[in-house]
């Protein structure tokens, strides 16, 4: 599992628009955007009854995961399930594919098939469903624009128009109802190996504008 550094700051609109011409002028854009330059997430995170991943993330806990199955563009014939880690600070995410059917019987509580899965991760998951009693929560969706730079392994994304479903974990509904989840500002994450290239670390320098641990799960959980 590769560790990476992570940083994040809220950006307004003004800093938007002047980082992404900024950033289309230097670093490729994602290979998943569309026309317009982004995509669509939505994410279904993974917690527990005492909310421990949500606690980790609200006391800021050294060592701590997080499951959630993920889709992009409401596309539901491509899906992950990913576990992020974040140890001291460095974070790193391992994913595998599931099925839209696979994750149907997650949502109907039928899981004892996960046990003998040929993927890894999702043996792992349903270890930490009977150890932890991890369930499905809540979803995210929100909009990216991202944008990749071959030295450092770096990766610039921008965020915007962060809503959560409530108390709904039907992932695979397509009108699904959502609101905004809080403070609107537009999230800027910035993701490297090793090291940050002085160019990149120079293009994204923004004055006054603070580094946050904002998490758009526990963001959601403000509703549920």
Same mark, same amino acid.
């Given at each position: 599992?590769?560790?990476?550094?992570?940083?994040?700051?809220?950006?307004?609109?003004?800093?938007?628009?002047?980082?992404?011409?900024?950033?289309?002028?230097?670093?490729?854009?994602?290979?998943?955007?569309?026309?317009?330059?982004?995509?669509?997430?939505?994410?279904?995170?993974?917690?527990?009854?005492?909310?421990?991943?949500?606690?980790?993330? $609200?006391?800021?806990?050294? +060592?701590?995961?997080? /499951? =959630?199955?993920?889709?992009? %563009?409401? !596309?539901?014939?491509? @899906?992950?399930?990913?576990?992020?880690?974040?140890?001291?600070?460095?974070?790193?995410?391992?994913?595998?594919?599931?099925?839209?059917?696979?994750?149907?019987?997650?949502?109907?509580?039928?899981?004892?098939?996960?046990?003998?899965?040929?993927?890894?991760?999702?043996?792992?998951?349903?270890?930490?469903?009977?150890?932890?009693?991890?369930?499905?929560?809540?979803?995210?969706?929100?909009?990216?624009?991202?944008?990749?730079?071959?030295?450092?392994?770096?990766?610039?994304? $921008?965020?915007?128009?962060? +809503?959560?479903?409530? /108390? =709904?974990?039907?992932?695979? %509904?397509? !009108?699904?109802?959502? @609101?905004?989840?809080?403070?609107?500002?537009?999230?800027?994450?910035?993701?490297?190996?090793?090291?940050?290239?002085?160019?990149?670390?120079?293009?994204?320098?923004?004055?006054?504008?603070?580094?946050?641990?904002?998490?758009?799960?526990?963001?959601?959980?403000?509703?549920?």
């Amino acid at each position: 599992m590769q560790f990476r550094h992570e940083h994040k700051h809220y950006i307004n609109y003004l800093d938007y628009l002047i980082l992404r011409s900024k950033l289309r002028a230097v670093m490729q854009p994602d290979v998943n955007t569309n026309e317009d330059g982004e995509y669509h997430i939505r994410s279904l995170y993974f917690d527990n009854y005492r909310d421990v991943a949500l606690q980790d993330k $609200i006391s800021g806990i050294n +060592r701590r995961e997080k /499951f =959630r199955i993920r889709c992009y %563009n409401k !596309d539901f014939e491509f @899906i992950n399930l990913e576990k992020k880690s974040k140890i001291n600070g460095l974070c790193a995410k391992i994913k595998a594919e599931i099925a839209k059917s696979q994750v149907e019987a997650i949502l109907a509580h039928d899981t004892k098939w996960m046990a003998t899965s040929t993927e890894p991760l999702i043996v792992e998951l349903y270890s930490k469903m009977k150890s932890g009693q991890l369930q499905p929560k809540t979803i995210v969706d929100y909009n990216r624009e991202a944008f990749v730079y071959r030295p450092g392994n770096v990766r610039v994304t $921008i965020d915007r128009d962060i +809503r959560t479903g409530l /108390f =709904r974990t039907d992932l695979f %509904n397509p !009108d699904l109802p959502t @609101i905004a989840t809080g403070d609107q500002q537009m999230l800027l994450e910035v993701k490297y190996d090793n090291f940050i290239p002085e160019v990149i670390a120079n293009l994204i320098q923004l004055d006054g504008r603070r580094q946050t641990a904002f998490s758009k799960y526990a963001a959601s959980r403000i509703y549920s």
